[in-house]
């Protein structure tokens, strides 16, 4: 593929139902601490990744974890991957810290995530 290429996974996004405790485990397992730290969101970074916890799902109504692929133009790999038949779940928009993200599902329905550091 030319022009949009897809860089590595770089960030997970987990869901969980105790936040204090899937905090405290992931802060242990990576030695770090977490680098946001909020009721609605926590997020880590550790090793070139990102893991991301989102309280029952979040605004989003995650029902699994979402692996988020890094590419340098959002809106053009949402057009090729639309065009190859996936469908928009959510749309790009700004997630905060410079980043934009958008969220698709393939035929077996199947949550695939795209993310863009401006």
């Not at 139902?17 to 977490?34: E, F, N, R, W, Y």
């Not at 934009?100 to 949550?111: F, I, K, R």
Request: with cysteine.
């Amino acid at each position: 593929m030319t022009g949009s290429s897809t860089q590595e996974i770089k960030t997970l996004l987990r869901l969980m139902s105790d936040l204090a405790t899937t905090k405290a485990v992931c802060a242990a397992l990576l030695g770090v601490p977490p680098q946001t730290d909020e009721p609605s969101y926590v997020g880590f970074e550790s090793a070139g990744q990102h893991i991301g916890l989102v309280p029952g799902g979040g605004p989003q109504g995650m029902s699994s974890p979402v692996a988020h692929w890094h590419v340098p133009d959002l809106e053009a790999k949402l057009a090729k991957v639309t065009a190859a038949g996936a469908i928009v779940k959510e749309p790009p928009h700004d997630v905060g810290g410079g980043r934009s993200l958008a969220t698709v599902t393939d035929p077996d329905g199947n949550v695939l995530g795209m993310l863009q550091d401006r």
